[in-house]
């Protein structure tokens, strides 16, 4: 049975904590930098006065208990360029510097930009330590950078906390909150997945779309719904099938699966006694059991090999609650298979989608290659299970390592 939902609120909710803006007073520094020279800003200079300012913010994070932060080595190459290309640093509006930010790093979940001004070094060392931010633990990485304008100098300095971008790999090697761009609408949101994640249908809070399955298997690693297919095929009579129509070969498939398989919950056969899994299309004919999702799986990968055109459907049964079955093209009709059927099979056990619609009601659908998603009407995504139009698809690119959703 397939469970488990799971999508989480937009990364804009976070961000925007603290402004503060360029001090226009000319205090006593001020008034000491009349006969003081600047110093010459170059990379040096640059890395000292960072070192130096992280160590004063760090000096008044410890007492609240909160971790010390570090440089984040990209936003700092892009906080100098930015500062470098701009023609009056000392006028640099925070709200660009976030919008810019948050263009180029998606990923930061939290950002915090104070631009100061003084006369002298210690000076503005001791206004960004003494910025609210610095203290806070929602950031982990604080950067700087210096510049000097007239006779005063400048720091602008940007505090952030990033998350990775979402991928299986990362998910599985350590799970955690992650950022995703939308492949339906294009926003970028976060999400959250554990390590120990069940079957899970991520949405996103933009377009309140469904835009990955995912479900661990029995050894319990995070799989997208395509790869627990395996390209698993039944030998067929050639002289034998050549005799049969499409409807009376998909049915002689179905009954060999249904023979083989027994109806098996997962709690059975779990890794953790209650842990939902999913089972590659020849983990389930070899173990001679399965439930519904592997079943269907292990049946639609069947009948994909006899060159049927064939999907699996999960989503809602009337009769059963959360529910996966097969719905397969022959003849121009299409069919809904019920996987856990443990009768006879027979022609009579074809049910055409149009006629399953009361019960049947699809959300997602998964191929060798696809997810389908679909934001149409219920009364007509229930009864047709193949229409471009009524079913979105997203193909699983698997030419790097991780495969990689996209329209195609
Ligand atoms: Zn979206």
Redesign the pocket.
């Known amino acids: 049975m397939v469970r488990g939902l799971l999508c989480f609120g937009g990364i804009l909710a976070a961000a925007l904590i603290a402004f503060s803006y360029v001090s226009k007073e000319a205090g006593e520094s001020g008034l000491l930098s009349l006969f003081r020279p600047l110093p010459e800003v170059n990379e040096t200079y640059q890395r000292g006065f960072r070192s130096d300012a992280i160590s004063r913010i760090n000096a008044a994070r410890l007492p609240l208990n909160v971790d010390g932060a570090r440089v984040d080595d990209e936003i700092q190459a892009f906080l100098a360029r930015f500062v470098e290309q701009h023609p009056n640093p000392g006028e640099i509006e925070l709200e660009s510097v976030f919008n810019t930010l948050q263009l180029k790093f998606p990923g930061a979940q939290y950002l915090a930009a104070n631009l100061v001004t003084s006369g002298e070094r210690e000076s503005l060392i001791s206004k960004l330590a003494g910025w609210t931010a610095a203290a806070s633990p929602d950031f982990d990485t604080v950067n700087t950078t210096v510049f000097t304008q007239g006779r005063r100098m400048g720091a602008l300095a940007v505090m952030a906390r990033r998350i990775p971008a979402f991928s299986l790999e990362a998910a599985n090697e350590k799970g955690g909150r992650f950022f995703n761009e939308?492949?339906?609408?294009?926003?970028v949101?976060a999400l959250e997945v554990e390590k120990e994640s069940r079957t899970l249908i991520l949405?996103?809070?933009?377009?309140?779309?469904p835009?990955d399955v995912l479900a661990a298997d029995t050894k319990g690693q995070i799989r997208r719904a395509p790869d627990f297919f395996e390209g698993f095929r039944l030998l067929e009579d050639p002289s034998a099938a050549s005799q049969l129509s499409d409807e009376e070969r998909i049915v002689a498939l179905w009954q060999r699966i249904t023979d083989q398989c027994e109806y098996q919950l997962d709690q059975d056969h779990s890794i953790d006694g209650e842990r939902e899994v999913w089972k590659h299309s020849r983990e389930t004919w070899d173990d001679k059991a399965g439930d519904c999702e592997d079943t269907s799986i292990l049946l639609a990968d069947a009948l994909i090999s006899a060159g049927f055109d064939t999907r699996v459907a999960i989503g809602w049964n009337g009769n059963i609650g959360q529910h996966a079955w097969v719905v397969v093209k022959a003849g121009g009709i299409q069919y809904v298979l019920e996987s856990t059927l443990q009768d006879e099979i027979s022609l009579a056990s074809l049910v055409p989608a149009v006629d399953a619609a009361a019960f049947y009601q699809p959300e997602q659908l998964f191929d060798r290659e696809n997810l389908y998603f679909t934001r149409a009407d219920e009364a007509a995504f229930r009864r047709d299970y193949f229409s471009p139009v009524l079913w979105e698809r997203l193909s699983v690119q698997r030419d790097g390592k991780s495969p990689q959703l996209s329209f195609r």
């Open positions: 939308c492949p339906h609408c294009g926003e949101h949405s996103c809070p933009y377009c309140d779309l835009f």
